[in-house]
């Protein structure tokens, strides 16, 4: 294994805090990417690694060599690539995770396209609602839609998506219809917990420019946005949810935007990465290929885009 593959290895299992899942991500053995960091470590005559039989974390001296070592894999893909042609084929193994609907109506139904465009690019897609860890997870990037939390990861805002309140025609028949937040004591909503932490999510509208927030009471809560719109459809409730996702149900009017004057913040949708993690040139294809995507997909409104 050449200087630079080395180096290679070293970043993986250094920003995977594994062997294991550093050979995966790199989809070879775990005895070769072991054996590689041990022949980095007697060439620098310096021990890179704490190794216990649950992580793997830099040492002092791998610290230092990480900044390094990273600058410099990035120099040298940075001065091959002058001299590639874009016909030149990009091959790699991409770890992702997106949410549920996002994955089986946006991305899957697109992916044909992709790998007839960069056929010896591998994805293993995560389809899930619950935060997956993306460094304890090995995912090379990940699409999340709200408001981040400081975890460190590195992450592009690409757009906001708009938020609604509906019923079905069902529901309004029966119950009518809340015209503001103050008639929602008279109504019932369908209730979502989160599938990650488990909290139950709360009726939200924008006022004066604040952001306010109630309980509405419901007869049923679920955890997934399948079920959802489901419950919605079958006049179980009102619910709030991204206008893209209902779009043809309200088309076809069988659901109906309610409190129109009334609607939510609209929530960034943002690709992240895992913290100080150097983006292979499959994962940079596969980000520039997903955001076009996603943007004219989930109708984002990206005049107000932001970079992070």
Not at 91 to 117: N, T
Not at 127 to 144: K, P, Q, S
Not at 215 to 225: F, M
Not at 275 to 300: G, I, K
Request: hydrophobic share 40%; with cysteine; charged share 20%.
């Amino acid at each position: 294994m050449d200087t630079i593959d080395l180096y290679r290895v070293f970043l993986r299992v250094a920003e995977n805090g594994s062997f294991i899942r550093a050979a995966e991500s790199l989809n070879r053995p775990g005895s070769t990417v072991s054996a590689a960091v041990r022949e980095l470590e007697l060439r620098l005559n310096a021990r890179l690694f704490h190794r216990t039989t649950r992580s793997v974390s830099l040492t002092l001296d791998g610290n230092i060599f990480y900044a390094r070592c990273q600058e410099m894999v990035k120099r040298i893909e940075e001065t091959e690539n002058l001299f590639r042609q874009a016909s030149d084929v990009v091959a790699g193994k991409i770890r992702a995770d997106v949410p549920g609907r996002v994955g089986s109506h946006i991305i899957l139904p697109a992916l044909p396209e992709f790998f007839k465009r960069h056929p010896a690019i591998q994805i293993d897609l995560g389809v899930t609602d619950r935060n997956v860890n993306l460094a304890e997870g090995g995912i090379d990037c990940a699409v999340r839609v709200g408001i981040l939390d400081n975890s460190g990861m590195v992450s592009k805002c690409i757009g906001y998506l708009n938020i609604i309140s509906v019923a079905s025609d069902d529901y309004v028949a029966a119950f009518g219809q809340p015209l503001s937040p103050a008639e929602l004591s008279q109504h019932i909503a369908v209730g979502f917990a989160s599938p990650t932490s488990g909290k139950r999510e709360r009726w939200e509208w924008m006022h004066g420019g604040e952001v306010k927030s109630t309980d509405v009471k419901s007869h049923l809560t679920v955890n997934s946005a399948e079920a959802y719109i489901s419950a919605c459809k079958a006049g179980t409730g009102i619910i709030q949810i991204p206008e893209y996702d209902v779009l043809d149900l309200l088309v076809s009017g069988k659901l109906l935007e309610i409190m129109q004057k009334f609607r939510p913040h609209p929530l960034p949708v943002s690709i992240l990465y895992p913290h100080r993690r150097h983006l292979s040139s499959a994962v940079r294809v596969f980000a520039d290929w997903l955001t076009p995507l996603l943007q004219e997909e989930m109708q984002l409104d990206i005049s107000k885009n932001i970079s992070g």
